[in-house]
């Protein structure tokens, strides 16, 4: 379990989003007993530290769902059951983050959680996507100096030079187009929405209620449009801006109000007295001394052996910023790297996921970015963007608005994405915290204006990637379990303080 932890956080940090009348869900199907599941055979689970009730099972699916009679692949599914059978209402899909993540651990890991009443109504079902182990693999083959997360995410050189990151994305596409077959042009939020109706026939469901976080909140939205007939109860949790023009690129810009929204929240604990990581005797000292010791670091970067790139530069420091963003609980990974950097030390190498495992994720969240909308190819028009950004957001360094492997990827997008639209049945409710690095506020909020009436957004006054059960407060917390349990939503958006 503990590899799989690491996982998850290399997962999010390697991936790593708006106001209508609530429409109450009225009409409760009949509880039921647990349909007949034909297509799945129920096992038990490999792994460790996994909930004994939690059963595993292989879905098979097309490679080219356009293409049903064509090549398969296989989709590894898992559930706890409903733990009340004759309240049992339905089927509760996890779906993961990233693109890169599973869920397929969930039902015993953040599904415990859940409140008795909801556990009660639903069998809670988790996946690993398509391309993730141990559903059917997909392998970039990349070198090791090219999984570094501060490597796949173009931060440019301390000029803001942009040379170096198109040449990594030269490379990282050919190795993917060399080593990734077939079914790296196949793996797309698409692709995974499609399965995810397979996965709901083969529970024998009429509807899925959904939970999806972060980037599955996109997958959710999608689904949620091309399926309106056979959802339930949706939770939307951490949103993504559904634009259609720029789906996963302009989740990249979207760092840069995450990380305005979520610094000054960094800087009041790393300036509190009682602080034993310190950095700083007032908020306000913190951010010139972050950009001071980036640009510090970009000048004389520190060696740290065993860590991937085995430097401190300006970079690493930058990208270690973005992932202690994900959650209050992570700021002093920040505060104590900063720490060490003013003395011209190192703490110990961060631990990492092995390189097979990191191989697996890395071509996942790849093919899906690259995949799913087209990339612009100028080199002057990334030029331009990165110096924009990095006048306008220093902390960022022009990062978000750089050139990724997408930029010279060879395979045009399949199909357009989709347009999320206020058609279909109102029963979403989005849950977003006010300060979340990765999917801000401005980003959920054009979610929330694009499902319409079709939508309630509860916002939460609380700093962190993923609100629901996570890094939200209570009150969000009862809103979202309440509307999962009953059906019963406020009756406008809502402020959780």
């Not at 398509?130 to 440019?156: E, K």
């Not at 990151?165 to 790296?184: D, F, K, P, W, Y």
């Not at 970009?298 to 860590?307: E, I, T, V, Y």
């Not at 959920?444 to 059960?469: C, E, F, I, P, Q």
């Amino acid at each position: 379990m503990k590899q799989r932890r690491s996982l998850r956080t290399a997962c999010l940090t390697l991936s790593a989003a708006l106001l209508g009348l609530a429409v109450p869900l009225s009409v409760s199907p009949p509880a039921t007993a647990a349909p007949a599941s034909p297509a799945l055979r129920w096992t038990a689970c490999a792994g460790d530290g996994l909930d004994a009730r939690q059963q595993c099972a292989s879905l098979t699916v097309p490679m080219d769902h356009a293409d049903p009679g064509g090549p398969t692949i296989d989709i590894a599914v898992s559930r706890i059951p409903a733990e009340k059978p004759t309240a049992r209402r339905g089927a509760l899909l996890l779906i993961p983050g990233g693109p890169g993540n599973t869920s397929l651990t969930d039902p015993s890991g953040k599904g415990r959680k859940l409140p008795q009443s909801v556990r009660d109504q639903y069998d809670l079902i988790g996946f690993a996507p398509r391309g993730l182990a141990p559903s059917t693999t997909v392998s970039c083959g990349l070198q090791h100096a090219d999984l570094a997360t501060s490597s796949l995410r173009p931060w440019p050189a301390p000029d803001g030079s942009i040379s170096g990151n198109l040449a990594t994305a030269r490379r990282v596409s050919q190795a993917c187009t060399r080593n990734g077959g077939e079914l790296i042009r196949h793996i797309s939020t698409l692709d995974e929405v499609h399965d995810i109706d397979r996965i709901r026939a083969a529970l024998g469901e009429h509807r899925l209620a959904v939970w999806g976080v972060s980037y599955g909140t996109y997958v959710g939205a999608v689904y949620s449009q091309l399926f309106p007939q056979h959802t339930d109860r949706i939770v939307l949790d951490s949103n993504d801006d559904p634009d259609p023009t720029l789906v996963e690129r302009g989740w990249l810009h979207a760092y840069e109000r995450g990380v305005e929204d979520t610094f000054p929240e960094f800087a009041r604990w790393a300036a509190d007295a009682g602080n034993p990581d310190r950095v700083a005797t007032t908020a306000d000292e913190v951010r010139p001394l972050f950009l001071r010791l980036a640009a510090r670091l970009d000048r004389a970067p520190l060696s740290w052996p065993g860590a991937n790139p085995p430097e401190l530069n300006g970079n690493v420091l930058r990208q270690t910023m973005l992932d202690s963003f994900y959650a209050p609980s992570r700021f002093p990974a920040l505060a104590k790297l900063m720490l060490a950097a003013q003395r011209g030390t190192v703490p110990p190498a961060p631990t990492q996921p092995t390189d097979q495992a990191l191989q697996n994720l890395v071509a996942v969240s790849i093919g899906t970015i690259c995949n799913d909308v087209a990339w612009p190819t100028s080199t002057a028009g990334y030029r331009k963007a990165v110096a924009d950004s990095r006048r306008l957001y220093p902390l960022t360094a022009g990062m978000p608005r750089n050139a990724m492997v997408c930029t010279t990827w060879p395979y045009p997008p399949r199909r357009a994405p989709v347009r999320v639209t206020d058609h279909g049945p109102s029963n979403i409710l989005l849950v977003q915290n006010a300060r979340d690095v990765a999917t801000p506020l401005s980003g959920a909020l054009r979610l929330r204006k694009v499902l319409g009436t079709r939508a309630v957004m509860v916002t939460v006054d609380s700093t962190g990637h993923n609100a629901y059960l996570a890094n939200g407060n209570a009150c969000g917390d009862r809103t979202a379990s309440r509307f999962l349990a009953t059906g019963q939503r406020p009756d406008g958006d809502v402020y959780c303080r």
